[in-house]
């Protein structure tokens, strides 16, 4: 079982390289960082927490791009992995999201790992020009343009949402045919027929937050039928585990069992976080946190 980090990093947390390069040292397998380019001030999409008040949390609005995060990640250290959890792809320019995702995947000797989604609040698509309701279409459509891109020494694209004529684009990533993509989502809803399906169209794996291991299990035996369906290989998809919230052991709680529990699930990685990254105090919880699950 491997096991990444996830944080949310800004300018008032511990630095990127920091992070990465104690995570490193200790044995964590990456760093998997969110973005929200903007937060619209007025919003009628409400946060999705069930009970709370709507409104989205002051953090939201001091993501940093993950991409300059992630690079800096990659130079303070030598192996660790880099990885967006997740990318909203719809709310991006395409070709140039190629560029970023090559670029970063070339300079970082192949170790971006492209955790991809399409966001919840229709707001902030709006405003970065995408069509929230057609999200998930758009986002297949740029990934497919940005395959080609990345394996192609010219490429063309003609679709619904984006079209170019023969381009030269370079670097190419190292990892080939391209950087491992990971369809992310939440499992709030009654299933995840329409995230398995995503997978199965465009993705090298699945990345559900806030999945107990009894829903992973089930949900899996969907994601395999849906593989076997489409001629495609479950046993390649790599899945990877963000455990509820409310549901994290406490330091000095029953760790090992929870990472047997999602590993007989059938999940490769699993996703926690440090108890803080107050700067001067993030490697204490970084170590803490590794004492526990490594």
């Not at 619904?160 to 993509?181: A, G, T």
């Not at 489409?230 to 990472?259: H, S, V, W």
Request: charged share 25%; with cysteine; proline share 9%.
């Amino acid at each position: 079982m491997k096991i990444a980090i996830s944080c949310v990093i800004t300018e008032e947390t511990a630095g990127p390289d920091v992070i990465a390069r104690t995570a490193e040292a200790l044995g964590f397998e990456g760093l998997f960082l969110p973005e929200h380019p903007v937060i619209p001030v007025v919003h009628r999409t409400r946060y999705p927490d069930p009970g709370g008040s709507g409104e989205i949390p002051e953090f939201y609005s001091h993501m940093p791009d993950p991409f300059i995060l992630l690079a800096m990640a990659a130079q303070a250290t030598t192996h660790f992995k880099v990885a967006t959890a997740i990318c909203l792809v719809p709310e991006r320019n395409p070709i140039l999201l190629a560029k970023e995702v090559a670029t970063l995947d070339h300079f970082s000797g192949g170790r971006l790992l492209f955790g991809i989604g399409a966001g919840w609040l229709a707001d902030e698509t709006e405003v970065m020009g995408g069509n929230f309701a057609r999200r998930w279409p758009m986002t297949r459509e740029y990934v497919r343009a940005m395959k080609e891109i990345w394996t192609k020494p010219q490429a063309a694209f003609e679709g619904e949402f984006v079209r170019f004529p023969l381009v030269k684009s370079y670097p190419k990533p190292m990892q080939k045919p391209h950087p491992p993509i990971y369809i992310g989502s939440n499992v709030f809803g009654a299933n995840c027929e329409r995230a398995l399906k995503n997978v199965v169209a465009i993705g090298d794996g699945w990345m559900p937050y806030g999945i107990s291991p009894a829903r992973l299990s089930r949900e899996l035996v969907t994601l395999k039928r849906l593989c076997a369906e489409a001629g495609r290989d479950f046993r390649k998809m790599e899945i990877t585990a963000y455990p509820p919230p409310n549901q994290l052991p406490k330091c000095g709680g029953d760790y090992r069992r929870m990472l047997d529990e999602y590993r007989d699930a059938g999940a490769h990685r699993l996703v926690l976080g440090p108890a803080t990254l107050e700067p001067g105090k993030a490697e204490q919880a970084l170590e803490a946190l590794g004492r526990e699950v490594l």
